[in-house]
């Protein structure tokens, strides 16, 4: 099936780095993969080089969206063979709380920690809002 979202090299690579996406729920892994794609306009290249796999799609929106809204996430359209000024996908969903805190902005992991437990809070009152 994760042929069905990469070319057979590259996927073989994701399974290497991410082998635990053999026993996930197949629905699991289209969701994190349809988000990052999609919402996020992160190329299969870039997810192959990041742990995508490894990550809840919880920890990824929550990562993406703080970034959104504390200005260090571009989410305008990016045209065809434009390169995106956002950081890498690793750098954003592979890194400790301390490091993406202060690679972007300076914020403190409390701060971090808060927008966690508020944008889950609003994702429960409107579960069809996407975050």
Same mark, same amino acid.
């Given at each position: 099936m994760v042929k069905g979202l990469f070319t057979n090299t590259d996927a073989v690579r994701v399974l290497r780095s991410c082998p635990n996406i053999l026993l996930d729920e197949w629905a699991d892994v289209q969701?994190?993969?349809?988000?990052?794609? !999609?919402?996020?306009?992160v190329s299969q290249k870039q997810?192959?080089?990041?742990?995508?796999?490894? $990550?809840?799609?919880? $920890?990824v929106k929550?990562? !993406?969206?703080?970034?959104? !809204?504390?200005?260090?996430?571009? &989410?305008?359209?990016?045209?065809?063979?434009?390169?995106?000024?956002?950081?890498?996908l690793d750098k954003i969903i592979d890194t400790t709380e301390e490091d993406f805190c202060r690679r972007f902005g300076g914020f403190s992991v409390e701060e971090y920690r808060t927008f966690c437990k508020?944008?889950?809070?609003? $994702?429960? &009152?409107?579960?069809?809002?996407?975050?």
């Open positions: 969701a994190k993969f349809d988000y990052v794609f !999609h919402t996020m306009k997810m192959m080089y990041a742990s995508l796999f490894n $990550h809840s799609l919880q $920890h929550n990562r !993406h969206m703080f970034l959104v !809204h504390a200005g260090f996430f571009d &989410m305008s359209k990016i045209r065809e063979n434009e390169k995106s000024s956002n950081d890498s508020l944008n889950e809070k609003k $994702h429960l &009152m409107d579960p069809d809002e996407e975050m």
